[in-house]
């Protein structure tokens, strides 16, 4: 308080708080350009804010979104990694790495909707990006197949077999006998390259030509084999090699 001219006491104004920290006048800015321009206006490292926030309430989490884009090179990527090797980044506890992988998972159930909801063929760009969605970050090998009915409806997706950073084993038999099982008409076949470069190689190749020649004569069609990495994806059928 303090006295007026004419004696009498007025409050005193108060002062700005300007202890408050500065984060969070950033996390209303970005949580209103997200609202107003959706993820095309966000930066990958700031999407990953946005998720941070939710995960770490009291402190600027912006140094250690940029972080975690520089370590492991953009946000998929982020949310892609294995649990041990997010918690490998100073600052992301266990709970948080968590909370990336239930984005992950939901993310991989969403893209995996779409697919079964519809004939596979004439969903081709879904079944593209749920696939690399589901295996392109992978640190080792995966062999998944897709097994169609005879509308070319997703049946079932599973991954067969998974190996090393460079290889997968593969099983013509046990592919077809779980073919025949489900009563599949139609397999696509996808694998992941963890080195990013999708380029088939000559074992991926061979490999194909025997499970095209042992589904022929069993009335099961090979659609495709797609491999999936970090830089994009390639399609057999695409290049001709099917």
């Given amino acids: 308080m303090k006295t007026s001219g004419n004696g009498k006491s007025v409050p005193i104004a108060a002062a700005p708080n300007d202890t408050a920290p500065h984060h969070l006048g950033h996390r209303d800015r970005l949580r209103q350009r997200f609202l107003e321009?959706?993820?095309a206006a966000l930066p990958d490292y700031e999407l990953l804010e946005l998720l941070?926030?939710?995960s770490i309430p009291q402190r600027d989490v912006k140094p250690l979104a940029k972080q975690?884009?520089?370590h492991f090179g953009s946000f998929a990527e982020v949310i892609g990694a294995p649990l041990s090797r997010l918690t490998e980044v100073k600052g992301i506890g266990e709970s948080v790495a968590l909370d990336l992988k239930?984005?992950?998972a939901a993310l991989k159930r969403t893209m995996k909707g779409q697919v079964a909801k519809k004939q596979v063929l004439s969903s081709w760009s879904s079944v593209i990006d749920y696939c690399r969605l589901a295996m392109a970050f992978a640190e080792r090998?995966?062999?998944r197949i897709l097994f169609l009915d005879k509308k070319n409806a997703l049946i079932a997706d599973e991954v067969q077999q998974t190996g090393t950073v460079d290889h997968t084993p593969v099983y013509p038999r046990e592919v077809m006998r779980r073919a025949l099982e489900l009563s599949a008409t139609a397999l696509i076949l996808v694998h992941n390259h963890p080195s990013g470069d999708p380029t088939p190689s000559g074992a991926d190749m061979r490999m194909t030509r025997e499970l095209?020649?042992?589904a022929k004569p069993l009335g099961i069609a090979i659609h495709d084999h797609i491999i999936v990495?970090?830089?994009g994806h390639a399609s057999f059928k695409g290049l001709g090699l099917i």
């Fill in 212 to 214: 095209v020649d042992i």
């Fill in 141 to 143: 090998e995966q062999f």
């Fill in 37 to 39: 321009g959706g993820e």
């Fill in 68 to 70: 975690l884009i520089q």
């Fill in 52 to 54: 941070l926030f939710r």
């Fill in 102 to 104: 239930i984005v992950e």
């Fill in 229 to 231: 990495g970090r830089d």
